[in-house]
């Protein structure tokens, strides 16, 4: 090795610089100081290879002159390095960029042979540092081999995090920053391009959620929905939340929630509780006010080898562990989360919950096309042919194609199977089902007697193995195509054994109003939410056209044409609603004040009659205090400081959320500016406390929704 003996060699063309750190250092001319530094060569003096006596030291010698042959191999490759200069910095500067391409098609042709291979060289750099890195991750898995494709053995389902709110998957490079403080949806990319999306600084409810198509469509998705066609909705912002553990803690959670006893325990509600049908209600909190927070949705697995749904047993409450879904609004989920937390701690033993927001997406139909639109889409798969249990929900659910109405069917329903890849039988092409008397009469025998009522076998959707396995063996699409242009003409490619099985949910619910046209709702792993709603998009239906997508307006609309009221836009009395109001609010006001003074609403000279003048509270928002609180009408000035001061904070808080969890910090802060003045009652509870006032506090505001029926033509 080298010692403090060596000296650059003065074996060279230009003179060097007196102070050669200095030179080397200089900030002037970096570009020189680097050639500079690549041309010196490291020597030894030559005294080091003599002894004491002044004898040659043969062994010194030889490692010396060794050093200086490599120092000067060293010092060739330096000084290459240092000169040589990229395919696309040889451009002419008339014809360069302010940023270069890497493509080699940009680049003159002299230089693209020179520009290629140093393309290639750079990718096997890249290939080389990924394939390290799937090994190191392979070893931190604890799996010692690449699993086959196909093999569900071989994936390592790492177990999730119960009592914890789940994170999003980190999305693509190309788009994460776009998804900085906010989500995608699985079908962005297909809505973007054709609808209002939400502003990507003020994203509703932590996603980017389309608002309305950008043509005119509510003629159009009306006529869809409800006389001959079908519309779709990419639900999957609704949040689904999984709780586990003995039956008897489910029960006390349910009832701590606020569910009605006959609920729980009564014979109409057997059925529910065997898993073969859902539940549509309200929750409300356990301590405190006891304030209602929203309508949820809740699913029931079904516990294998239990008793038919028919037959009620003598002891429905046991020590079974089971398992159950709430799916809820957005806007609300923190609400109950943090609800559902706290009595799962309660329960003796402990109850353990699971975050599933993305984990499971969901599709909502409606519209006498949309069962012809999910058959075509879903295709069973059988996975065991012996058990008729399991082709029991498949049978049924492939009989039901001359079905034009989902409310025709059993209330809220559920069918849980698996099916297979969509993309397959892609293009789709229009069923073909029976026309007949007899196809009609085994269609009302089926209804009639409803097989998958029997069913002993839970679904799949609820296994957390079988979610994630048929997410991460998810068939590119260039593997799709490989394979249909493998199949003979005119036909689609035959199912292998290892095509993945996506386990599906489908909840039939009917219409309120007599006669209206019910809905489907899909429940399916996140990732195959896009491949399905392709094929769904695209279907040809039998009465012509294809189906129509809609939008949180047309959500709105269409609740309004059904005759029931919108969450959380129509429930001002809850934690969800109000926010909601608070930003409609805000909305209004800078509308307001975006007109000149000449062309909008001056709200100070507003004449009300008998000598009033001025509007009473504010004229852009639901003054609910001072409909409660004639008597002191809030000051509009202070109103307007006040709506303007919550509205900031609501947008400077959606902009800039917590980056541990991924929450709305709208439902834990807005109400510390604005408090909710009103309770908000729902229909079935406002009911009893009309046939019983005795019930009302005086002390509370509550408020209820209602519907009005125009007997003759007019407005109300």
Not at 75 to 81: E, L
Not at 422 to 429: G, K
Not at 496 to 520: F, N, Y
């Amino acid at each position: 090795m080298p010692d403090q003996s060596l000296i650059p060699t003065s074996g060279q063309k230009r003179k060097q610089p007196q102070d050669f750190a200095k030179a080397s250092n200089s900030n002037r001319n970096p570009k020189r100081a680097k050639q500079i530094e690549a041309r010196t060569i490291l020597i030894q003096a030559s005294d080091k290879a003599l002894n004491r006596n002044g004898d040659l030291d043969v062994s010194a010698f030889v490692k010396a002159r060794e050093f200086e042959i490599k120092a000067m191999e060293e010092s060739m490759g330096a000084s290459k390095r240092s000169l040589s200069s990229r395919a696309f910095q040889q451009v002419p500067n008339e014809l360069r960029r302010r940023t270069a391409s890497h493509n080699v098609k940009k680049v003159p042709k002299k230089l693209r042979k020179r520009a290629a291979r140093e393309t290639v060289d750079k990718l096997q750099k890249m290939h080389a540092r990924a394939k390290k890195k799937r090994a190191e991750a392979r070893e931190e898995n604890g799996d010692g081999s690449k699993p086959e494709k196909g093999d569900t053995s071989a994936v390592h389902i790492r177990p999730l995090k119960k009592n914890t709110l789940s994170k999003p998957e980190q999305p693509a490079a190309k788009f994460r920053k776009r998804q900085k403080h906010k989500s995608w949806l699985p079908t962005h990319l297909y809505h973007a391009k054709r609808a209002h999306m939400t502003e990507p600084k003020h994203p509703l409810w932590r996603f980017s959620i389309p608002l309305t198509p950008t043509e005119k469509s509510f003629r159009k998705i009306h006529r869809a929905g409800s006389l001959r066609g079908c519309v779709a909705w990419d639900s999957s912002y609704m949040s689904t939340i999984a709780v586990e553990g003995l039956e008897a803690s489910l029960f006390g959670l349910l009832r701590s929630l606020g569910i009605d006893e006959d609920v729980l325990c009564g014979n109409r509600m057997a059925k529910w509780r065997a898993g073969t049908r859902s539940w549509h209600g309200w929750v409300r909190e356990r301590d405190g006010e006891k304030s209602w927070i929203s309508e949820v949705d809740v699913v029931w697995c079904v516990q294998e080898g239990s008793l038919p749904a028919g037959e009620t047993p003598s002891t429905t409450i046991g020590k079974e562990k089971r398992r159950f879904c709430m799916r809820v609004h957005p806007s609300a989920f923190l609400q109950l989360w943090t609800e559902t937390l706290k009595i799962a701690k309660m329960q003796r033993p402990s109850v353990a919950i699971e975050d599933l927001r993305f984990e499971l997406g969901s599709v909502q139909l409606t519209g006498p096309g949309s069962t012809e639109t999910l058959l075509a889409a879903l295709k069973p798969v059988n996975q065991n042919s012996e058990d008729a249990t399991v082709d029991a929900c498949t049978e049924t659910w492939s009989s039901l194609g001359l079905v034009t109405n989902p409310s025709t069917l059993p209330q809220n329903v559920v069918l849980g199977f698996n099916v297979s890849d969509p993309r397959l039988r892609y293009p789709p092409r229009p069923l073909k089902h029976p026309a007949s008397d007899s196809a009609n009469d085994e269609l009302l025998q089926v209804l009639a007697e409803w097989p998958p009522d029997k069913v002993k076998t839970p679904a799949s959707i609820f296994d957390r193995k079988a979610r994630l396995t048929a997410s991460r063996l998810l068939p590119s699409q260039k593997a799709i195509n490989r394979r249909k242009g493998d199949a003979p003409p005119g036909e689609f490619p035959s199912p292998a054994s290892t095509d993945p099985q996506i386990p599906v949910l489908l909840i039939a619910s009917r219409a309120p109003t007599s006669g209206a046209q019910g809905s489907w709702t899909l429940v399916l792993p996140w990732k195959w939410v896009l491949p399905v709603w392709y094929h769904i998009m695209h279907y040809p239906l039998s009465t012509g056209g294809n189906p129509r997508f809609g939008c949180l307006e047309e959500t709105r609309q269409t609740a309004f044409e059904q005759g029931i009221p919108w969450f959380p836009g129509d429930y001002p009395g809850t934690q969800a609603g109000w926010e909601w109001e608070l930003m409609e609010r805000a909305k209004r006001k800078a509308d307001w004040e975006k007109r000149p003074k000449g062309k909008r609403v001056a709200w100070k000279s507003l004449d009300l009659g008998k000598a009033k003048k001025g509007e009473i509270g504010l004229g852009w928002a639901c003054d609910w205090d001072c409909l409660f609180d004639p008597s002191s009408p809030p000051n509009p000035a202070t109103a307007s400081q006040a709506t303007a001061k919550d509205s900031a904070t609501t947008q400077e808080e959606s902009a800039n959320p917590p980056q541990n969890t991924h929450e709305d910090p709208k439902v834990t802060k807005g109400t510390e500016h604005s408090p909710r003045p009103i309770q908000q009652v729902p229909g079935q509870q406002s009911a009893r406390l009309l046939a019983n006032p005795k019930l009302i506090t005086p002390t509370s505001h509550n408020i209820t929704t209602i519907n009005l029926t125009l007997l003759s033509r007019g407005h109300p």
